[in-house]
């Protein structure tokens, strides 16, 4: 039954309630001044008939009588007109007062459950629990229940919404490249770690205010740049791209790339960090220049000679030799460098199944043989804190390092060499340390000696026939094996060079 319905039922209820009840004590009401009435009016015309003379006279009489007692009547039936009436007034009264108590307590409990969420005083709207005497037919109880299903549609929603904002804000931050949100008046809207690193500012002075147009130093040329760029990516609805170099020394390169969001809401900047890709084409560059510089030398040499043998071919026997065994010695130094060369591109592409159980001790102390037969005078000891210590390496790779280093340690240091050689386990790991008391490297240097054709004194190692790729090869090798090199060196006192390398994973 509608709404509607149940107010006209109640209406022709109401109505048929107040006949039944007001129509008994009105008929009352009646009888009892009609027996009045009539009882007087019995008694004064016992009297006037007691008087008459006439019939005329006593018509006469009768019609007065009436007259009397209609007037009689009328006067008696006004408090119970006016006594009906005020009980019809406090009936119907009570009655609409229930109707509109029934009607607006239900809505007061709705409005109650919605108030807070309209006010902001809640993030959701509280489940509407109504009376229980409302009937589950009542309108009043199918308009609780759908609007409980809209709130619950609602709280599912915006918690979908939450978890993909999460959801984009975590990858957004797992990200190498830094992403500025900004909307059409430049007011930053999102920033991850990377773009507020990037700026040179924190998120707390970014998000919720304009793009700030001036920052540090290094970063002022940046903002200028992300202004520019976000500003015409939007007047032009275009994706736009930039770059840009900070810093003297060592310089960074970013690329920018501003991209317009639909509608005119604003724009999206995208920072990317190029500064590794340039310093590999640097060092691409270095490593072409390097290795034609040191080819171009013994080239040179060796053309020198050999067009001094081809204008002067009755030198002396022993000039002659001394020629040709400069001519060799420059290209065993060729042969060496593009050996080296070819063994660092080998060992970049070491595969892991190469790897195998390998006794670090042991490896040692094979390459301490192999140093000594080349330097019989040198002095070099093992320390061992255990009897094994198992790693996962390639042996013959592995003792290439090894042995690169200890060759070093006894080349650059006055004769006899005395090199140290400890090793040990350090938790899961084995460490190994070689130290000297050679000559040393200069502090300057001492960051730039993995690198590949990097000399500390260019004079000394061309007489050695070094081109600077041996502790490029170590560094290599001990990376391949996912391990890590490091360097301590005192000028004049010597050099200390610690492995680590992961141990064997059965032993761990």
């Keep these: 039954m509608s709404f509607r319905q149940k107010i006209l039922f109640a209406q022709v209820a109401l109505l048929i309630a107040f006949i039944a009840i007001a129509y008994p004590l009105v008929e009352k009401g009646i009888r009892k001044s009609a027996f ?129 904002r999460s959801e984009r804000e975590t990858l957004l931050e797992s990200l190498g490249e830094g992403v500025i949100d900004v909307d059409s008046d430049l007011n930053v809207r999102y920033v991850n770690y990377v773009g507020s690193r990037m700026l040179g500012i924190p998120r707390r002075l970014l998000l919720g205010k304009p793009l700030p147009q001036a920052g540090e130093k290094h970063t002022a040329p940046l903002l200028e740049k992300c202004h520019d760029l976000l500003r015409l990516s939007q007047q032009k609805l275009t994706l736009l ?23 005119h809401v604003g724009a999206i900047l995208v920072i990317q960090d190029k500064s590794s890709q340039h310093k590999v084409l640097e060092m691409g560059k270095d490593f072409v220049a390097n290795a034609s510089h040191e080819l171009r030398t013994p080239i040179t040499i060796i053309k020198g000679f050999a067009e001094t043998l081809h204008d002067l071919p009755e030198l002396p026997k022993e000039m002659v030799g001394d020629i040709t065994e400069k001519i060799v010695r420059n290209c065993q130094r060729m042969d060496n460098l593009i050996k080296n060369l070819l063994m660092l591109a080998d060992i970049e592409n070491i595969p892991e199944s190469r790897f195998q159980a390998c006794d670090l001790v042991a490896l040692l102390e094979s390459c301490r043989h192999v140093v000594l037969t080349v330097y019989e005078d040198a002095e070099i000891t093992i320390e061992n804190s255990e009897e094994t210590v198992i790693g996962d390496a390639d042996p013959d790779v592995l003792e290439l390092a090894i042995i690169n280093l200890l060759d070093n340690a006894a080349k650059y240091s006055t004769a ?54 041996g502790l490029s090869l170590v560094k290599t090798i001990i990376d391949k094996h996912q391990g890590s090199i490091s360097v301590i060196s005192t000028l004049g006192e010597g050099t200390i060079f610690t492995i680590t390398l992961p141990l064997h994973r059965s032993l761990s």
């Design 36 to 164: 009045e009435n009539l009882k007087t009016s019995s008694y004064v015309l016992t009297s006037q008939l007691e008087k008459a003379q006439d019939g005329k006279q006593l018509i006469v009489l009768v019609e007065e009588m009436q007259k009397d007692l209609l007037s009689n009547y009328a006067h008696q039936f006004k408090p119970f007109f006016y006594s009906l009436c005020f009980l019809a007034l406090l009936f119907f009264g009570g009655s609409l007062w229930l109707i509109f108590h029934r009607i607006n307590y239900p809505l007061k409990q709705i409005i109650r459950a919605i108030k807070p969420y309209q006010l902001g005083q809640a993030e959701t709207i509280a489940p509407i629990q109504l009376s229980p005497s409302i009937d589950m037919r009542d309108h009043f109880y199918h308009l609780a229940q759908t609007l409980n299903s809209l709130s619950e549609r609602l709280k599912t929603h915006i918690q979908n919404l939450a978890d993909e």
């Design 241 to 263: 791209t930039d770059s840009i170099a900070l810093g003297e020394d060592s310089k960074t390169y970013l690329d920018l790339i501003a991209a317009p969001k639909s509608q």
């Design 416 to 469: 006899p060499a005395r090199i140290n050689v400890k090793v040990s386990r350090l938790g899961e790991e084995g460490v190994i340390t070689i130290s000297d008391q050679g000559i040393g490297i200069p502090a300057k240097d001492v960051e730039h000696i993995f690198e590949r054709f990097y000399t500390v004194d260019k004079a000394r190692s061309r007489r050695h026939g070094g081109a600077g790729l």
